[in-house]
């Protein structure tokens, strides 16, 4: 599953830690992306999101800005 979700963080963020913790408690794979060093990834976050903020998170289609647990629970259940 992990192709389906990316983590778009920096190393300094709270949420974005929460968010890659909340993921991997529930055991799920995922591509983390720093946009401190991969420019065209923070291009890419930025496209999809509209948000300069992090986390932003990719599940599928699903575009969540933000640690959002219910929002992240909906988005994996419809990838399963």
Do not use: W
């Not at 993921?23 to 420019?39: F, H, N, P, Q, S």
């Not at 948000?51 to 399963?80: N, Y």
């Amino acid at each position: 599953m992990s192709a389906n979700v990316k983590v778009y963080s920096t190393p300094s963020c709270h949420y974005c830690k929460q968010a890659k913790d909340y993921l991997d408690e529930k055991g799920v794979a995922y591509e983390a992306i720093d946009v401190t060093v991969d420019k065209e990834a923070l291009g890419e976050m930025k496209k999809i999101s509209g948000a300069r903020s992090v986390p932003v998170i990719r599940i599928g289609e699903e575009v969540i800005v933000g640690f959002d647990t219910a929002r992240m629970d909906k988005a994996l259940k419809a990838l399963a």
